[in-house]
Nanobody, 128 residues
Framework: QVHLVESGGGLVQTGDSLRLSCAVS????????LAWFRQTPGKERQFIAT????????SYRDSVKGRFTISRDNGENTVVLQMNNLKPEDTAVYFC?????????????????????WGRGTQVTVSS
């Protein structure tokens, strides 16, 4: 069972960039699927991006494609979400999530119910 801690959130203006980082502790993450979700008050948690254990399989929410990039460093046990050209509608609490370990390192999931470990979240606010 891994433990996740997000960092890097903040208040920015439209068009700015932010880099969210998630530190994963509790062992090797090579077979762990990692993802980012976000949530606003009164709404369900929303999938943003996921990355397989190998780092070779990625998936993004349509509205963030071309603006957000997910990456991982299995040696440093981190997953990063680079967010560029931020918009007010990106305002939310961003959560790091983990699933696994699995035998395959090429799995990824877009459904929040597939993830069993969650961080506490980091607030991202984009002003217009």
């Amino acid at each position: 069972q891994v433990h996740l801690v997000e960092s890097g959130g903040g208040l920015v203006q439209t068009g700015d960039s932010l880099r969210l980082s998630c530190a994963v502790s509790g062992g090797s993450i090579t077979r762990i699927v990692l993802a980012w979700f976000r949530q606003t008050p009164g709404k369900e948690r929303q999938f943003i991006a996921t990355i397989s254990g190998s780092g070779k399989k990625l998936s993004y929410r349509d509205s963030v494609k071309g603006r957000f990039t997910i990456s991982r460093d299995n040696g440093e046990n981190t997953v990063v979400l680079q967010m560029n050209n931020l918009k007010p509608e990106d305002t939310a609490v961003y959560f790091c999530a983990a699933a696994g370990p699995f035998h395959s390192d090429d799995l990824y999931f877009v459904d929040s119910h597939s993830y069993t470990q969650w961080g506490r979240g980091t607030q991202v606010t984009v002003s217009s």
